[in-house]
């Protein structure tokens, strides 16, 4: 079992939890996640990386209340223990070379994006950070971002945060200006991604996009985290979470997403009433 060493409300949906996992602090890189079950009758869950601290023996994990786990996860406080934590899993973020580069960031994946704009930032690698949110009260790690970043764009949705408009409005000024990438790495919600690998194949920049499918055990034997990647079928546990942006079958993606929304929908119910009554 891991403690949780702090834990942080950023913002009504989004909670940062600090955990006690020396082991997996020693081989964690940014792009990874673990698997975590937050008490032992409790299902398991895919969670990235958001930060680690090796010295410490620590390891970050930012998530939004979505289902049933996450509110239960949320309930659990400093000093709590979760039931298993097992990590790092997935491919790190190649960052190796990479003299400039774009890191464009939706919602929660901004708490993926950032470990990877930090990587590269102390790398030395130039990074321009396009981050979105839909308003001023969802906004997370701005502070970090600003100071792992060359360039930061903010926008939201509303215009309360930074500039109105979309991530790939800030993305395409960038291109169109004439700022030459050597990669675009995005991280956030599919329909996000898609139509920033769509820009940026337009203007022949190679993109890196972040995926989350479905997922139950992380090694590749379940089959539940299964995409089309250039006409073949890749499992994001093992060969991923990252993949090229261009190749990746986003409306198949989507579509899968959705399969289960409604089912997780009703256990998160079920689970708040649960919370309630005691």
Request: aromatic share 8%; glycine share 10%.
């Amino acid at each position: 079992m891991n403690r949780i060493l702090e834990r942080k409300v950023l913002n009504p949906q989004v909670t940062l939890l600090k955990i006690d996992a020396p082991l997996v602090a020693r081989k964690a890189e940014p792009g990874q996640f673990i698997i975590l079950r937050p008490t032992l009758d409790g299902e398991r869950i895919p969670l990235t990386v958001a930060d680690f601290d090796r010295k410490q023996g620590s390891v970050t994990v930012i998530f939004q209340v979505v289902g049933a786990t996450t509110e239960r996860l949320n309930h659990l406080m400093e000093g709590d223990f979760i039931a298993d934590f097992a990590g790092p899993l997935g491919r790190a973020t190649r960052t190796e070379g990479l003299r400039k580069a774009a890191v464009v960031g939706g919602g929660v994946g901004a708490a993926i994006a950032y470990p990877v704009a930090k990587k590269l930032h102390r790398q030395g690698c130039e990074v321009h950070a396009v981050i979105g949110f839909r308003n001023k009260d969802l906004v997370i790690l701005e502070d970090e971002f600003r100071q792992n970043s060359a360039k930061f764009f903010p926008m939201s949705d509303d215009g309360t945060w930074g500039e109105r408009g979309l991530v790939t409005d800030a993305l395409r000024r960038l291109l169109e200006s004439g700022e030459q990438y050597d990669e675009v790495i995005t991280i956030g919600p599919l329909p996000m991604m898609k139509f920033v690998c769509q820009l940026t194949k337009e203007f022949g920049v190679k993109t890196i996009a972040s995926m989350n499918p479905i997922m139950i055990d992380g090694t590749g034997m379940c089959g539940c985290c299964r995409l089309t990647v250039g006409g073949q079928v890749k499992f994001a546990c093992v060969d991923g979470p990252e993949f090229d942006g261009h190749a990746i079958d986003f409306d198949e993606a989507i579509s899968r997403a959705g399969m289960y929304r409604d089912f997780e929908r009703r256990a998160y119910e079920k689970t708040c009433n649960l919370f309630k009554k005691a």
